[in-house]
Every structure is written in structure tokens, then in C-alpha cells.
């Protein structure tokens, strides 16, 4: 089983950043698709942003243009910048990675974005 341990959310003003980060142990980000996912109250989890093995990157597109996914091979880890942010941001963020019958999320991290 891959575990996955997510860091870096918090309280921030409106027009603010945060970096979430997504350590993986067990597995390896390199050859995974993972992706940053997000569920606000009474709303279902949706997709923020998933990188490929290959490298390739998509976004929703409310976070376009603001959010950035990438990775660090050398440390396992998955990140997910996140600038200019706006109060409809709040949610947890879960990150996930998917690799043959590998599904896996993590803790989630909470996110809260003050008007």
C-alpha cells in the first residue's frame, strides 16, 4: 500500500499563496499519475490538478492560471502551488496517486481562504 502524507495547508488572506506538498512512501511518484483533489462542505470531492508519469498536467478550470501541480522525484513528493487564491478555494485538499491496482489518498489538508 502507498502511503501518502499531505502538509502545508492553512489560513490565508484572499490574493494569498500556500504550497501544499505530497510525500509518498511505499510508492514512486515518478512512474504514478497523482493528483491534488478537493471537497468542500456538502459538496463531493473533485479534481484540482493531476500530473502523468510522462509529466503532463491538467487543471480544472477555476484554478487555472493560479495553481501549479509538479513534483520532486528525488523526494517522492508531489506539490501543488497555490497563488492568488480566493475564498471558493476553502476546501480539504487530498492528495491521490495512481499506479496498475494502486489507488491511494491521503489524510487531506485543510485549506481556509479569508474575504
Known amino acids: 500500500q502507498v502511503h501518502l502524507v499531505e502538509s502545508g495547508g492553512g489560513l490565508v488572506q484572499a490574493g494569498g499563496s500556500l504550497r501544499l506538498s505530497c510525500a509518498a512512501a511505499?510508492?514512486?511518484?515518478?512512474?504514478?499519475?497523482s493528483g491534488w483533489y478537493r471537497q468542500a462542505p456538502g459538496k463531493q470531492r473533485d479534481l484540482v490538478a493531476r500530473i502523468s508519469s510522462g509529466g503532463s498536467t491538467n487543471y480544472v478550470d477555476s484554478v487555472k492560471g493560479r495553481f501549479t501541480i509538479s513534483r520532486d522525484n528525488a523526494k517522492n513528493t508531489v506539490y501543488l502551488q497555490m497563488n492568488s487564491l480566493k475564498p471558493e478555494d476553502t476546501a480539504v485538499y487530498y492528495c491521490?496517486?495512481?499506479?496498475?491496482?494502486?489507488?491511494?489518498w491521503g489524510q487531506g489538508t485543510q485549506v481556509t481562504v479569508s474575504s
Open positions: 491521490n496517486y495512481v499506479f496498475g491496482v494502486y489507488n491511494s
Open positions: 511505499g510508492g514512486t511518484v515518478s512512474i504514478a499519475t
